[in-house]
C-alpha cells in the first residue's frame, strides 16, 4: 500500500490490512483533479482562487487538500470554524485562512496565536475586532460579509448603513482585507436572484472604504467575469462537485468511492433481499452483497433505487441500504465474485448521480462520508 505516488494523510491512524483485499473499501481522493479544479476557476488572470476547506475539505481530509492547493499557489483558504483554522495551520503555514463564523470576544487570543483572519458579520463582531486592535495598539486584518440576500450570516443592509456613516470610528483599528457577500440561487444560471445580489453587492461595496472584493462560490465561477471581483471561494468545484447540476460538469472527478465485493448468490425468482424484503426478485438472480453501508456514508435512500457500478457498468441496489452492507443485482455482469471491485461515486457514478438517487445535493453525498475506510491520495490526474 505504499506504491510510489500514494501520499497517506499523517495525521489519520494507518489502515489495518489483515492480509485480505475482502471488503476492503476506499476513498481515492485524485489530488491532481483537485489542483486542475483549482486552475480552471482562476476564470481570469487578475482574481485569486481562495480553497474552501471547511468541514474537513468536504469530509476529504483538510491537511492533505489544503497542502496541494498551497503547493499549486493557493494562498488564501477558508473554513467555518475557528477549531477547523487551527487545524489546517500547521499544514499551510504561509497563508491566510478566513473564519467564516466570525469572532467571539473569548476567542479573540485564539486568532491571534493562530494567525487566523475572522470574518466579521456584524457590527457587534466588528467592534469585537476593533477592540482587540486598540488593546493591542495595532491593525488587525479583518473580511467584512454584509448580506445581500441569503439572510443567513453578514451584516443585514441597516448595520451595512451604519457602517457606511460611522466607517472611520466603527473600523478603527481595521484593516479590510476583504469586502465579501454569497449568493443564495448561484446553483442556477437562471434565477434572477443572481443579478439582485450583484446589485446589492455593488451598491453595498459603494458605501464601503475600498477593499478587494468576493461574491462567488463555486455556482456564482460559473455565471462569469462579472461575479469574478477580485477573489473567489470555490468548494464543491475543487472536489469535482457539478456547481450547475443542470449542465455538464466542467470540473474533473476528484473522489472515487469503492468496495469490494464480501459474497455472491444465485436465487430463484421471488427471492426477497434484505431488511423489510422491499426487493423481490423478478427471475432467477445473481446477488452480490458489498461491504459497505450507510454507516460509510451509503444513503440509506438508495435503497432500490441507486447503483453501483463494476467495470463501468451499471448494477441497480436491490433492497435496502444496511448499516455495513449493500446489496446489488449483478446478474447482467457473470464475472462479479467475491473481491470485485465495486464504484459508488467516481467515473461512473458522479457525485450528481449519488446525490439524485439519494434525494439530496451532492455536497451532503461528500460531507457524509464515512470514516470507516482509508481515504488514499493519488497525485494522478
Ligand atoms: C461553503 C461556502 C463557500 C464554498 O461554497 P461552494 O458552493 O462549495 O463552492 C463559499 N463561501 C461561503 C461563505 C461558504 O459558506
New binding site residues.
Given amino acids: 500500500m505504499s506504491s510510489s505516488g500514494h501520499v497517506t494523510h499523517p495525521v489519520r491512524p494507518a489502515p489495518l490490512f489483515l492480509g485480505s483485499e475482502r471488503g476492503s473499501a476506499l476513498l481515492t481522493i485524485r489530488l491532481g483533479a483537485l489542483v486542475e479544479n483549482f486552475r480552471l476557476c482562476a476564470i481570469s488572470s487578475v482574481i485569486s482562487v481562495a480553497g474552501?476547506v471547511?468541514a474537513d475539505a468536504y469530509g476529504l481530509g483538510a491537511a492533505p487538500i489544503a497542502r496541494a492547493l498551497a503547493d499549486a499557489g493557493c494562498d488564501t483558504f477558508?473554513v467555518a470554524r475557528l477549531e477547523e483554522g487551527i487545524a489546517v495551520r500547521p499544514f499551510v503555514p504561509q497563508a491566510r485562512i478566513f473564519v467564516?463564523d466570525g469572532i467571539l470576544s473569548e476567542n479573540v487570543e485564539h486568532f491571534l496565536v493562530h494567525r487566523l483572519t475572522p470574518v466579521l458579520n456584524s457590527l457587534d463582531e466588528i467592534s469585537v475586532w476593533s477592540q482587540a486592535a486598540a488593546l493591542r495598539r495595532t491593525t488587525l486584518d479583518a473580511a467584512v460579509h454584509f448580506d445581500t440576500g441569503m439572510n443567513r450570516l453578514g451584516l443585514p443592509p441597516n448595520e451595512l448603513a451604519v457602517l457606511s456613516t460611522e466607517a472611520a470610528k466603527r473600523l478603527a483599528g481595521i484593516n479590510p482585507v476583504l469586502m465579501m457577500s454569497?449568493l443564495a440561487c448561484s446553483d442556477d444560471p437562471a434565477s434572477k436572484m443572481n443579478s439582485e445580489q450583484l446589485q446589492r453587492f455593488r451598491a453595498g461595496l459603494a458605501m464601503l472604504p475600498p477593499a478587494p472584493a468576493s461574491v462567488s462560490?463555486?455556482?456564482g465561477i460559473l455565471l462569469g467575469k462579472d461575479y469574478a471581483f477580485d477573489l473567489v471561494?470555490?468548494?464543491?468545484?475543487l472536489y469535482g462537485g457539478n456547481?450547475h447540476p443542470a449542465t455538464p460538469n466542467p470540473f474533473r472527478t476528484v473522489v472515487q468511492l469503492t468496495g469490494r465485493i464480501l459474497q455472491v448468490r444465485r436465487v430463484d425468482k421471488g427471492e426477497s433481499v434484505g431488511y423489510g424484503a422491499t426487493f423481490r426478485t423478478a427471475r432467477p438472480s445473481t446477488l452480490a452483497t458489498v461491504a459497505l453501508g450507510y454507516a460509510d456514508g451509503l444513503m440509506r435512500a438508495i435503497g432500490n433505487k441507486g447503483s453501483g457500478a463494476i467495470g463501468g457498468v451499471r448494477v441497480p441496489v436491490a433492497g435496502r441500504v444496511s448499516m455495513d452492507l449493500i446489496t446489488l443485482d449483478v446478474t447482467e455482469i457473470p464475472s462479479a465474485e467475491p473481491g470485485t471491485e465495486v464504484e459508488f461515486i467516481g467515473d461512473t457514478i458522479s457525485l450528481e448521480e449519488a446525490a439524485r438517487s439519494a434525494g439530496t445535493a451532492n455536497?451532503e453525498i461528500l460531507t457524509g462520508l464515512g470514516s470507516r475506510f482509508p481515504r488514499h491520495y493519488v497525485s494522478a490526474p
Fill in positions: 474552501v471547511k477558508f467564516l454569497h462560490a463555486s455556482g471561494r470555490p468548494g464543491i468545484a456547481p455536497y
